[in-house]
Structures are given as structure tokens and as C-alpha cells.
């Protein structure tokens, strides 16, 4: 008996305890017309997160201070959302900004309508110890979706890069010029930061002077405008070369060469900024002989190059052998190359005449020059060896001509030709015709392009007068032609010409014009009807008296 009253009690007490946490579960139970299957919905995105401001990434190496951290995200919910605030869990070494030790937190809290995206910025602090590399972090959201209580969160991983910072610097190898000569300079590019320099691409900055120290970029020439140096990863180099002639005025001087580069940081934007390349040109020669070259020689016509002998000596020098020497195939001396000059006093000069001819292959090129001499000076004999370069200049010899009056579609024009008798063609020609002495022409402009060497090329001006009517009478006008040669260097040639329009015919009515060749046609016809019956008349009695004598 005892046994089932203690049994029945276990029953009971077990009653007690397994029904009440029942009861407890059975709300977890899936609502009616809810499946089983249905997780939760989230309601915001990640896109993206970068170093860097909102649509603009930055560079950032290890040891940068306070940079900013952009996470942007969407709202993909049915509902706005508002009072979003996001916190980030990152490695050790990435810290807060604003707070030693603190939680990563973004610095504005805002909300986002359905279908937008929004940004959240960090501050960090990046350690010195890092890397180079990928990182991995999470970031927790939370935020209130409208007419619901509540805060909702959410967390996302995501991964990021310490991308670095490219360090760009360029400096010639060799610095120093020679004047009067062609110079070889190669110029490095080097990458000192932390990250490559993507697709480096270099164009010389012709429009630019380095007039700061009193030299002008327009005395020198540079053969090339452009080079391709690719990447250049983190702590490397590259090197791009062309050479430079200088002229002899610039001794002394430094020169400032600008270039522009273009390439690609490691964020993947595009990259444009100026560096300037330091050149100094060596002093003038301290021989005793010193040479006067010409600037330029031209191409493909038979000339003298003069070269000026100057003894800068207090002595004479006597029995001067010369010996010169180009350094290209393509650019010829018409005799043997030395000449002798008996003497040149103190601080005197002399000059040789070389006949030479420069082949087009050498256009816009500059070709050096090694002179060889030997003299007696103080009873001693000396040798000396100078180096001097000329520039080869195409020829354009440009005229104008046929310039006269005209007059097109009603249109008054002045028209003319210009003949180029050069090797090569001018370009962006412009013609301009201006009023002189009592002329009542308005000054007038057309733009003719290039100026060809194989046949004229005509200019035709419209013109008009400063005065009421059109233009008539004898009209002196200033014809100026203005172009450009391959250096883009600007040339003008003017002459005066006296161009006549004649009188203008007074306008008829067309109407008045026919009825009166109708009236004269009229009297013609009658006139000759008249003079056809007089010789009738006066024929008949003739016949009848010729038959009478028969």
C-alpha cells in the first residue's frame, strides 16, 4: 500500500514539473498560416567599404593618423529607416580616432528611405606595424524601421584593403649640359612610397617657360614630347631618355623642364600632376679660340655654314689648321673638311664659309659637330677639339600675289594667291586685309590652314566698306599673312596693294528692260521695211528701160 501512494505521489510532483515548461514552448510554435521555413528578412545591404570619403577612395599606409573609413550600405526593406548608427570590430591594430581604446564608431547617425543607399564614415588610426594586405572586419548596424517600436540589428564581414601610398619622384641622372651642343638626358622616375604607380604616362609641358631664371623653353630643342614608363611597383625605378640641344646664350643658366604625368594609384583613380626636371648648362668655353655657329641650318637647299673663329688672347695665333667633322651621314660637306687660317690677332675674329647640304632625313633633327684645331701661339702649338650642334630647319619661302578685287555671288571679296617655293608646308595660315590711307575698306580675316608646296594656294577676303554702299574706286589695303613653322614658331610677311572695284551699274527693273528691245526691235523692222520699197521703186523703171533699148 505504501509503495503505490509513494508511486502516485512521484506521478503527481512529475505532472507539476514537465506541464508548466510545456505550456512555457508552446509559444515558440509557428502561428497559423506561418511556414516553419522563413528566416528573418534584412532589411539593409553592404555594398562597399573603403579608405576614403563617400565617392572618393584615398590611399592610406601604416602610421597614417585620423583617416577616414566609408562603409556604404542599402536600404532593400519594404520600410524607411531611421536613427541608423554602425560600430566596427577590426583587427588590434586599427583604432579609434576620436577615443584611446574605445568602440570604432561612425561619426553620424542619419536615416535612408526604402530603395536608397547611405554612408556611414569611420576615423581610424592605422598602426605603424601593418602591412601592406587584405583585412577582414565586421560591422554592426542598428536602426528603427518607421511606425514600428524598436531597435533593429544587424551584422555584416566584409573584407578591406591597406592599399598604401605611391611616392613619385623624378631627377635627371645627369644634370649638366653642354652649350652649343646636343645632350643625351636620361631622367628616373622612382617610387618611394608604399603602393605602385599604375600606367605612368609622361608628355613634356611645351607650353610652359622657365622664364624664373631668366631662360625661355623656346631655346631649346627636345625630340621627344612623350613616353610610356608602365608601373612602377613600391621602392623601384624607371628611366625614359631624349636628348636636348642648347644654345650657346644659355650658358650659365638652369633650366626648369616641366612635365605632366598621368597614372593610376592604388584606389584605381586617375592620377595628373606636374614635375619639373632641374638642368644646368655649363659654362661658355674657356679656349682660346672661340666659335661662332650658326642657330639652324636648312634642309635640302645648298648653303655656307659660317663658323667664327675669335681669338680671346692678349697673343696672335698664327697658322691655323681647322678640321670639322658631323657626327650624321645625312648632312654633307660639299669639299674637304679642313681649311687654314694664316693668323687672327688679339681679340680678333675671322670666319670660314662651308658649303653643306642637309638631307631631309635630318629634318627637325639636331646634328653635332667635332672641331679639331691646331695653332702656334707663343711660339708653342697647340691643339684644341670643340663640339658644336646646329638644328636642321625645313625651308618655307612663302609669297603673295595675284592680290586684285573681285566680286562672287554679289559679294565683294579681295582675292589672292601665296605661293610656297619652300620643302615643306606652313601651317595655320591666316590672312588679314586692313584699310590704308583713305580706304573704306573694313579690316577683314580668313583662315587658309596649311600652305602646301606643290601648288598656290588662294585666299579669297570678303570685304565691305565703312561707309554706306558698296566699294568702288581704287582701295590701297595691307595684306598680312601670318603662319606657323614645324616648331610652331609664327611667321608674318606684309606688302601694300591697290586693288580697284570700278564704278557699280545702277540696277534696272527686268520688266523695262525687255519692253525697250521690244520698241527698238519694232523700229529696226520698220526702218527696214522702208528702205526695201524705196530700192523697189527705184529698180522697176530701170528694167523697163534696159527692155526698151533691146
Known amino acids: 500500500m505504501i509503495y503505490k501512494t509513494i508511486l502516485l505521489a512521484a506521478i503527481i510532483l512529475m505532472g507539476y514539473l514537465v506541464v508548466p515548461s510545456y505550456a512555457q514552448s508552446a509559444p515558440e510554435q509557428a502561428l497559423p498560416g506561418a511556414s516553419p521555413f522563413t528566416h528573418e528578412f534584412t532589411d539593409v545591404k553592404l555594398l562597399d567599404a573603403y579608405f576614403g570619403y563617400p565617392n572618393q577612395k584615398i590611399e592610406v599606409q601604416p602610421g597614417d593618423k585620423n583617416v577616414p573609413f566609408t562603409m556604404v550600405f542599402a536600404n532593400v526593406g519594404t520600410e524607411d529607416i531611421t536613427g541608423i548608427d554602425g560600430f566596427l570590430a577590426l583587427p588590434a591594430q586599427f583604432s579609434p580616432a576620436t577615443s584611446a581604446g574605445g568602440v570604432i564608431e561612425a561619426d553620424n547617425t542619419q536615416s535612408a528611405t526604402t530603395g536608397s543607399s547611405f554612408t556611414l564614415t569611420f576615423y581610424l588610426n592605422v598602426d605603424k606595424s601593418l602591412i601592406v594586405h587584405d583585412y577582414s572586419g565586421t560591422a554592426k ?260 600675289y595675284g592680290v586684285q578685287a573681285s566680286e562672287i555671288a554679289s559679294q565683294q571679296m579681295i582675292i589672292g594667291n601665296v605661293l610656297n617655293q619652300g620643302n615643306v608646308k606652313g601651317q595655320f595660315a591666316v590672312a588679314t586685309i586692313d584699310p590704308l590711307e583713305n580706304s573704306t575698306i573694313k579690316e577683314a580675316t580668313q583662315y587658309i590652314g596649311d600652305i602646301d608646296i606643290d601648288a598656290p594656294t588662294p585666299f579669297n577676303v570678303p570685304v565691305q566698306s565703312s561707309t554706306t554702299g558698296q566699294l568702288s574706286g581704287n582701295q590701297k589695303v595691307l595684306v598680312t599673312l601670318t603662319y606657323k613653322d614645324t616648331l610652331l614658331q609664327s611667321h608674318t610677311i606684309t606688302q601694300v596693294d591697290t586693288v580697284s572695284f570700278g564704278t557699280p551699274v545702277p540696277q534696272s527693273d527686268g520688266s523695262f528692260s525687255q519692253l525697250q528691245l521690244v520698241i527698238l526691235v519694232a523700229i529696226a523692222a520698220g526702218i527696214g521695211g522702208i528702205v526695201f520699197k524705196i530700192k523697189k521703186k527705184t529698180k522697176a523703171p530701170a528694167e523697163e528701160k534696159a527692155q526698151e533699148v533691146s
Not at 614608363?229 to 643658366?253: E, K, R
Not at 667635332?370 to 695653332?375: E, I, K, S, T
Open 141 to 400: 548596424l542598428t536602426y528603427s524601421v518607421v511606425r514600428e517600436n524598436g531597435l533593429r540589428q544587424v551584422f555584416f564581414d566584409f573584407n578591406f584593403k591597406l592599399t598604401g601610398k605611391g611616392l613619385l619622384n623624378m631627377k635627371a641622372d645627369d644634370a649638366f649640359l653642354q652649350p652649343a651642343s646636343n645632350n643625351q638626358v636620361t631622367v628616373k622616375v622612382s617610387n618611394a612610397g608604399t603602393a605602385g604607380l599604375n600606367n605612368v604616362d609622361i608628355t613634356l609641358n611645351s607650353q610652359s617657360n622657365a622664364s624664373n631664371t631668366g631662360s625661355n623653353l623656346q631655346n631649346v630643342v627636345i625630340d621627344q614630347h612623350h613616353w610610356n614608363v608602365g608601373t612602377i611597383p613600391a621602392g623601384s625605378s624607371s628611366s625614359y631618355s631624349f636628348n636636348i640641344f642648347v644654345t650657346q646664350d644659355l650658358a650659365g643658366q638652369t633650366l626648369h623642364i616641366p612635365f605632366t604625368l598621368n597614372y593610376f594609384d592604388g584606389q584605381g583613380n586617375q592620377i595628373s600632376d606636374t614635375r619639373t626636371v632641374d638642368l644646368i648648362v655649363g659654362p661658355a668655353t674657356t679656349s682660346v679660340i672661340k666659335l661662332s655657329t650658326p642657330s639652324y641650318i636648312l634642309m635640302g637647299v645648298m648653303q655656307n655654314l659660317t663658323l667664327g673663329l675669335q681669338n680671346t688672347s692678349p697673343s696672335k695665333i698664327s697658322d691655323i689648321s681647322i678640321t670639322v667633322t658631323p657626327n650624321s651621314p645625312d648632312f654633307k660637306i660639299l669639299q674637304d673638311n679642313k681649311w687654314f687660317v694664316q693668323e687672327i690677332n688679339p681679340l680678333e675674329s675671322n670666319a670660314i664659309q662651308i658649303p653643306v647640304f642637309a638631307d631631309q632625313n635630318i629634318q627637325d633633327q639636331a646634328v653635332d659637330f667635332a672641331v679639331n684645331m691646331q695653332y702656334t701661339k707663343d711660339g708653342s702649338t697647340v691643339i684644341e677639339t670643340q663640339n658644336f650642334a646646329t638644328y636642321i630647319r625645313p625651308v618655307i619661302d612663302v609669297s603673295v
